[in-house]
C-alpha cells in the first residue's frame, strides 16, 4: 500500500485541489443575460472596489470537484453508520421529493397569508402529530437546531418564572453530569447558573441526587430521556414531581427520543419543555452537519410563552401571529418560521410510518441495540450492560486500554474495515467511551457483520497487536490527521501567498 | 526552592513574596499538545482557585486556577509570543505561566510538597 | 413497512440472542403505567402513493412565487439556481453523511468547508470566516452577543435600517444574558443616525447594508463613530449577491460581517433550512462561535482538512463555550459552496448588475405610478416605497391580481409608524413583463 500513483488518485480515489486552485476569476458555469450597464446606475458611488478573485469553474469541472469530494466521504447509503446520540438513520428519498414541491420550496416566508393556507395547514398537521405523539399541549416550530430548541424551551421557563415574579430568585438549573455539553452552555445562554448533579455508577440520575439539590432558588432542571449512557432514567416521573413540588420546571432534552417514539409519551412524565431533532428522530438529512431542527413541544404551563411567529387559529381560518406585543410570548427565535423544509421531510416520515410504524420504529432500533450489546458484551466491557439499553449500546475502554489500545485507535481501525466509528468519548462519565447506536433501518445482517468485526478487533487486541491500531487508518482516503497542528498555526482559509502545508506537502 | 503542588495540577514556587505558578508535568501529559493558553494580564489580581487563565490541547480545554491569591507582576513571554510547545517540552520550568505577588504564605505552607503530590497522583 | 428492514422472524431471533421474551421486557425501566399499552391516535403507516398525494395536495393550496409576478424580497429573495446544484446536494455521499468528526473519511465536507470559508471571507473582505450559521438572524444575534464578550460591554445599538426580525431576534437571544438591545428609530437613510449616539458603554453598532429600504450605506462614518467609542463595527446584511457589485463591510472595517447567504444557492423554502454567514477579524477568532474548519497535514505529510479550534465550543467548553451551538448548516452552506463556484467572479459580477438593473427599472416604472414615491435613492436590488394608502391592504390586493408586491414594513414593524411603506425588490428573475404587470395593478388598486 505505499506505492504512490503519479497523478495522486488511488483508483477510483481521485486527488482534487482547491477550487482555488484550479478554478480562474475568468470562468463561470452560468449563462445570464448580458447587463446593459451603465447609465441605470443607482450605487449612490458605493460600487465595489476591491477585488473580488473568487475563481469560477463550467458546469463540468464544477460536477467533476464536486463528486470527487463526495467520493471521499462516508455516509449512510453505504453503511452502518453507528454513532451514537447522533441517530443516523436511513434518510427516504420521498421526504426529499416533498420538500421540493414547487408549492413549499418555492414560498417566501412574508407571503400575504391568502397566498400559504397549503404551507399552514403542513405546519399545523406537523405540530399536531408531535403534540400527540409527546402528549404534550403546544409546540413552538421555529428553533433551527437541537440546541435551538433547548434555547428555546429555557428561555420559555425562564418567560414563565418572570411572569411568577421569581426571574431573579430563580437562576439556578440542574444538570447531570453525563449531560450533552449544549445542555449546560443553552443553561447559561438563557441566563441560568448550572449546577451539575454528579454522576453515579449506575449511569443514572437519581431522585435523592436531586432533591438534595432543590431549594427556593432552583429554576429547573434539563434531563435527557434517554439519557446519553442509552438509558432510560426510572426515576425520571419522581424526579419531574419533585421539581415540580419545588416550584421549578423540567426540561428534557429530546436527542433521544426515537429510542420511545410511539412507545412512550414524554407528557405523561411531567416534562414541561423538549426539543425534538427532526433530524434524529424523524430522519431529515444530516447533510454533513446540518441543516437540523428542533420544534420544541411545550406543557400548559409553558405554552402561553412560546415565541413569534406561530399560527392561530380563528375557527377553521390559520392566521400567523408574528408580534409578541400585547402576549405573553417571549420574543423570537429567527427571522421566519423555522425550518420549512425540515417540517415537510419530517410529516412525510411521520405520515409513512404511522402510528404504527412509528412505534415499530422504537422497538426495533431498542431490538436492534440490545442485539449488539448481547454480541460484543462478552468481547468488551459494558458499564451498564447488565441491564437492557434503550437505543445505544455503550462500551468503555477498560478491556482494551490496559492491552494498549485506546479508543480513538478502535475507532480508526473501524475506519480500514469500511465503517464510520461508534461516537467516541462521550458519555464524559464513562472512561474512554465506545457510543453504539444502529438504529431502526439497518438489517440483522449488517448488525451481525459489524459485530463480526468488531469482535476481530478485541481478538487483535488480545493478541496485542497494538502497532496495527496505531497505525490505522491505512486504507481510508487519509491517514490519521494532525489535529494539532491545525490548532497551534490556524489555517481557516486559503490564502494566495501562504499555502505553506501544500507546498510542504509537496516537498 | 521548595514546590508545592494543588490537586488540579498547578505547582508553585516560592521566592521571597513573588510565586512562579505553572502546570505539573502530570498535567501536560494528560492534556497533550498544547495549541493554546491564555494568560491573565499584569496587574489582574485573584483570589485562591479562582479562573487565572485556561490552557488548550486539541480535543481538551483546562482551567488554570490561581493555587495562592495573589496579583500578577509578570506573564510568561514565551507562552504570550505563541510558544506553545514549552508547555509540553519544560512545563515546571521554562513553561511556567504566572508570577503572583503573594498576600498570604500561609496558603503556601498549606499546599502539597513534592512527595505528597507524587502520592496523589499515582492514587488518580 | 418500507423503511424497516427487521423481519419477525429476525425479531424473534434476536430476542431469543438477547434473552428477552417480548420487546417490552426491554423497556422494563419505564415507570409504571407510562408504557403506551395502544398506539397513539394517528393514522396507520401509508404507501408512497398515498403520502404522495398527501402531500401534494397541501403544496398546491399554495401559490409558489414562481406562478406570480414576484417582488418580494426583505430577507429571502428569489433567484435562479443552477440544476447542478440540487443535483449535487443530494448526492448520498453529502446528504446522508454526519459531522465530519472523523476527518479521514469525511474529506468531500471538509474540503467543502474550506471552500466556502474561503469564498465567504473573501466575498466579505475578511480575514476568517467559520462554518456557516442557522440562517442571518441568528448570526447577527450570535454577533451581538459576541461582541459584547469581545469589549465586555453590555449595551448593543442597532442602527434604524436593520431588518426589525433581525433586532427581535438578537433582542430575545440578548436579554437573557443581561444585555441591553437598543434599537434606534427606522430609518430609510440610517447613515448619519448613529454619530452621537454611542457612549462609553456600547460594545457594538449593528448596521445594515444593504438595509431593509435597500438602501446602502457608506459606512465609514459609523465605523469611526463606533471605534472612537470603542466599540465593534458589526455590519449585517440579507442580500449577498449585492456584494457582487457594492463593497461589503469588510472593506470598511467592520470587526464582524455575518447575514444571510439564502440568496446564493438556497431556494425561499418558506423562511428556512437557511445559511448563516459569519465572519471576523482574525484578532477575534477565539471569541467566534460555531465550528470552523483548517488545514493539516496526515500522518503521510499529505494535506488534508479537520474541524479545528473546537474547544471554544460547546461540546468541550460546556457552560464556558462561546455559543450553545452545535451545528452548522451543512447542505445549504455546500449550496452556496456549488453555486458560487459556478459563478466565479465573472458570474457574481454578472449576477448583482443584473438584479440592480432589473432594480432600477423597478424603482422607474413605481415611481411612475400616480401616489407613489421612491423612497431609496442608492439601492442595490430593493427600494421602498411610500403608498397613497396603507401598504398592508395594498399589498393584499395586488396578491389577488397575481402580484406578489412586496412587504409592508407595518407587518415587519407595526410600532414604526411607516404604515404607508412598502419594501419591493427585483432580482434577476424578473422580466420586463413582470415589472409592467407590476405597475399597471398598483395602479389600478391605487385608484
Same mark, same amino acid.
Given at each position: 500500500m505505499t506505492y504512490e500513483t503519479t497523478s495522486g488518485n488511488k483508483g477510483l480515489q481521485q486527488a482534487e485541489s482547491l477550487i482555488f486552485e484550479?478554478?480562474?476569476?475568468?470562468?463561470?458555469g452560468v449563462d445570464l443575460p448580458e447587463p446593459k450597464g451603465g447609465?441605470?446606475?443607482?450605487?449612490g458611488g458605493l460600487?465595489?472596489?476591491?477585488?473580488?478573485e473568487l475563481p469560477g469553474f463550467s458546469e463540468p469541472e464544477t460536477m467533476r470537484h464536486f463528486v470527487r469530494l463526495s467520493q471521499k466521504n462516508y455516509a449512510i447509503d453505504l453503511g452502518l453508520f453507528p454513532l451514537g446520540s447522533c441517530t443516523m438513520k436511513h434518510n427516504p428519498r420521498l421526504n426529499e421529493r416533498a420538500a421540493r414541491f414547487e408549492g413549499f420550496?418555492?414560498?417566501?416566508?412574508?407571503? $400575504?397569508t391568502s397566498t400559504i393556507p397549503g404551507a399552514l395547514e403542513l405546519m399545523d398537521e406537523l405540530a399536531h402529530w408531535l403534540m400527540e405523539l409527546t402528549g404534550?399541549?403546544?409546540?413552538?416550530?421555529? $428553533?433551527?437546531a437541537g440546541a435551538h430548541g433547548e434555547f428555546c424551551g429555557m428561555l420559555a421557563i425562564r418567560a414563565a418564572l418572570e411572569a411568577r415574579g421569581e426571574a431573579e430568585t430563580r437562576k439556578r438549573v440542574l444538570v447531570p453530569e453525563?449531560?450533552?455539553?449544549t445542555n449546560p452552555a443553552t443553561a447559561v445562554a438563557a441566563g441560568f447558573i448550572v449546577d451539575e448533579i454528579p454522576a453515579r455508577d449506575d449511569g443514572r440520575v437519581h431522585l435523592d441526587d436531586v432533591v438534595a439539590k432543590l431549594g427556593p432558588d432552583v429554576a429547573g432542571i434539563m434531563m435527557t430521556n434517554p439519557n446519553?449512557?442509552?438509558?432510560?432514567?426510572?426515576?425520571i416521573k419522581r424526579i419531574a414531581d419533585a421539581i415540580h413540588e419545588a416550584g421549578g420546571y423540567f426540561y428534557c432534552?429530546?436527542?433521544?427520543?426515537n429510542a420511545i417514539v410511539g412507545k412512550v409519551r414524554p407528557g405523561d412524565l411531567g416534562v414541561d419543555a423538549m426539543h425534538i431533532n427532526l433530524h434524529k428522530t424523524f430522519s431529515t438529512p444530516h447533510g454533513g452537519g446540518g441543516p437540523g431542527a428542533g420544534p420544541t413541544v411545550l406543557s400548559a404551563a409553558l405554552a402561553?410563552?412560546?415565541?413569534?411567529p406561530h399560527i392561530v387559529k380563528r375557527g377553521e381560518v390559520r392566521e400567523l401571529r408574528e408580534h409578541s406585543d400585547g402576549t405573553q410570548a417571549f420574543g423570537?427565535?429567527?427571522?421566519?418560521?423555522?425550518?420549512m423544509g425540515m417540517f415537510t421531510r419530517a410529516l412525510t416520515y411521520m405520515m409513512s410510518h404511522g402510528s404504527d410504524g412509528l412505534r415499530q420504529v422504537a422497538e426495533d432500533a431498542v431490538l436492534n441495540a440490545n442485539y449488539l450489546l448481547a454480541r460484543l458484551k462478552p468481547h468488551f466491557?459494558?458499564?451498564?450492560?447488565e441491564r437492557p439499553c434503550m437505543h445505544e449500546v455503550l462500551l468503555d475502554d477498560s478491556s482494551i486500554k490496559p492491552k494498549g489500545v485506546e479508543t480513538i485507535d478502535m475507532a480508526k481501525a473501524l475506519l480500514d474495515e469500511g465503517y464510520h466509528p461508534?461516537?467516541?468519548?462521550?458519555?464524559?462519565?464513562?472512561?474512554g467511551a465506545m457510543l453504539i447506536e444502529p438504529t431502526e433501518t439497518e438489517p440483522k445482517r449488517e448488525l451481525d457483520r459489524f459485530a463480526d468485526v468488531m469482535i476481530a478487533l478485541a481478538e487483535r487486541v488480545n493478541a496485542g497487536e497494538v502497532e496495527f491500531f496505531k497505525q490505522a487508518?491505512?486504507?481510508?482516503?487519509?491517514r490519521r490527521l494532525d489535529d494539532t497542528r491545525a490548532a497551534r498555526q490556524p489555517k481557516l482559509r486559503w490564502k494566495p501567498e501562504a499555502n505553506s502545508a501544500a507546498k510542504q506537502a509537496a516537498e | 526552592m521548595t514546590t508545592r503542588f494543588t490537586k488540579d495540577h498547578e505547582w508553585v514556587r516560592l521566592e521571597g513574596d513573588v510565586a512562579t505558578v505553572g502546570i505539573s508535568t502530570y498535567a501536560a501529559e494528560q492534556l497533550g499538545d498544547v495549541v493554546y493558553a491564555e494568560l491573565p494580564a499584569v496587574g489582574a489580581s485573584f483570589a485562591q482557585g479562582a479562573d487565572m487563565a485556561v490552557v488548550e490541547s486539541a480535543k481538551t480545554a483546562s482551567d488554570v486556577y490561581a493555587p495562592i491569591s495573589g496579583e500578577v507582576v509578570d506573564a510568561n513571554a514565551e507562552i504570550k509570543g505563541e510558544n506553545w510547545q514549552i508547555i509540553n517540552d519544560a512545563p515546571q520550568d521554562g513553561g511556567w505561566f504566572v508570577k503572583l505577588k503573594i498576600a498570604n504564605k500561609a496558603e503556601f505552607d498549606a499546599l502539597m510538597d513534592e512527595a505528597a503530590y507524587a502520592d496523589y497522583v499515582k492514587g488518580l | 413497512m418500507r423503511y424497516l428492514p427487521l423481519t419477525d422472524a429476525d425479531r424473534q431471533q434476536m430476542l431469543s440472542v438477547i434473552g428477552?421474551?417480548?420487546?417490552d421486557e426491554l423497556f422494563?425501566?419505564?415507570?409504571?403505567?407510562?408504557?403506551?399499552k395502544e398506539l397513539v391516535d394517528l393514522p396507520r403507516a401509508q404507501g408512497e402513493i398515498e403520502v404522495h398525494r398527501h402531500m401534494q395536495r397541501l403544496a398546491e393550496k399554495n401559490t409558489p412565487a414562481g406562478r406570480t409576478a414576484f417582488f418580494l424580497g426583505a430577507g429571502a429573495y428569489r433567484h435562479h439556481v443552477p440544476a447542478s446544484v440540487d443535483h449535487l446536494i443530494q448526492r448520498s455521499e453529502f446528504l446522508t453523511?454526519?459531522?465530519?468528526? =472523523?476527518?479521514e473519511i469525511a474529506q468531500g465536507t471538509l474540503q467543502a468547508l474550506y471552500e466556502f470559508q474561503s469564498q465567504v471571507a473573501t466575498l466579505l473582505d475578511m480575514e476568517v470566516s467559520n462554518a456557516?450559521?442557522?440562517d442571518g438572524s441568528t448570526a447577527c444575534a450570535e454577533a451581538a452577543m459576541m461582541a459584547a464578550r469581545v469589549t465586555k460591554r453590555k449595551k448593543i445599538v442597532f442602527s434604524g435600517g436593520v431588518h426589525p426580525h433581525y433586532i427581535e431576534t438578537a433582542r430575545t437571544a440578548c436579554e437573557a444574558l443581561g444585555l441591553e438591545i437598543v434599537a434606534l428609530p427606522a430609518a430609510?437613510?440610517?447613515?448619519?443616525?448613529?454619530?452621537?449616539?454611542?457612549?462609553?458603554?456600547?460594545?457594538a453598532v449593528i448596521v445594515q447594508?444593504?438595509?431593509?429600504?435597500g438602501t446602502i450605506t457608506d459606512l465609514t462614518k459609523i465605523r469611526e463613530a463606533a471605534h472612537d467609542a470603542g466599540a465593534l463595527m458589526v455590519t449585517t446584511f440579507?442580500?449577498?449577491?449585492a456584494f457582487g457589485l457594492i463593497e461589503p463591510g469588510g472593506s470598511y472595517g467592520a470587526d464582524i460581517v455575518c447575514g444571510e447567504g =439564502?440568496?446564493?444557492?438556497?431556494?425561499?423554502?418558506f423562511g428556512g433550512p437557511y445559511v448563516g454567514l459569519f465572519t471576523v477579524k482574525e484578532k477575534y477568532l477565539r471569541q467566534m462561535p460555531g465550528r470552523v474548519a483548517g488545514e493539516t497535514l496526515d500522518a503521510d505529510g499529505k494535506r488534508g482538512f479537520v474541524l479545528t479550534?473546537?474547544?471554544?465550543? =460547546?461540546?468541550?467548553?460546556?457552560?464556558?463555550?462561546?455559543?450553545n451551538i452545535c451545528t452548522n448548516s451543512g447542505l445549504c452552506q455546500l449550496a452556496w459552496t456549488i453555486h458560487m463556484t459556478l459563478l466565479g467572479e465573472k458570474g457574481l459580477r454578472q449576477l448583482a448588475a443584473l438584479n440592480h438593473e432589473k432594480a432600477t427599472q423597478l424603482a422607474y416604472a413605481l415611481g411612475a405610478v400616480?401616489?407613489?414615491?421612491?423612497?431609496?435613492?442608492?439601492?442595490?436590488?430593493e427600494i421602498a416605497v411610500r403608498l397613497p394608502k396603507p401598504a398592508q391592504g395594498v399589498v393584499d390586493a395586488l396578491a389577488t391580481k397575481g402580484v406578489i408586491a412586496g412587504v409592508a414594513m407595518s407587518r415587519l414593524?407595526?410600532?414604526?409608524?411607516?404604515?404607508?411603506v412598502m419594501i419591493t425588490c427585483a432580482t434577476e428573475m424578473n422580466t420586463h413583463d413582470d415589472i409592467a404587470t407590476y405597475a399597471d395593478a398598483l395602479k389600478k388598486v391605487l385608484a
Open positions: 484550479s478554478g480562474h476569476a475568468t470562468s463561470t447609465k441605470y446606475e443607482k450605487l460600487g465595489r472596489k476591491a477585488a473580488l420550496a418555492d414560498l417566501h416566508p412574508l407571503q $400575504p404534550m399541549p403546544a409546540v413552538a416550530l421555529s $428553533p433551527k453525563s449531560a450533552h455539553g446519553t449512557c442509552g438509558l432510560f432514567e426510572p426515576e432534552d429530546g436527542a433521544n427520543y402561553p410563552f412560546a415565541p413569534v423570537r427565535m429567527c427571522a421566519f418560521h423555522g425550518q466491557n459494558a458499564p451498564f450492560g461508534f461516537t467516541t468519548y462521550f458519555p464524559l462519565v464513562v472512561h487508518p491505512k486504507l481510508a482516503p487519509m | - | 428477552a421474551k417480548s420487546i422494563v425501566d419505564v415507570p409504571e403505567g407510562a408504557l403506551l453523511a454526519y459531522t465530519p468528526y =472523523q476527518p456557516s450559521m442557522y430609510i437613510d440610517d447613515e448619519a443616525a448613529v454619530t452621537g449616539k454611542l457612549g462609553a458603554d456600547v460594545g447594508s444593504p438595509n431593509v429600504f440579507t442580500e449577498c449577491t =439564502q440568496s446564493i444557492g438556497n431556494a425561499l423554502n479550534l473546537s474547544t471554544r465550543e =460547546q461540546h468541550i467548553r460546556r457552560e464556558k463555550a462561546t455559543s400616480p401616489g407613489v414615491e421612491v423612497l431609496t435613492t442608492r439601492f442595490y436590488n414593524d407595526p410600532k414604526a409608524g411607516m404604515d404607508d
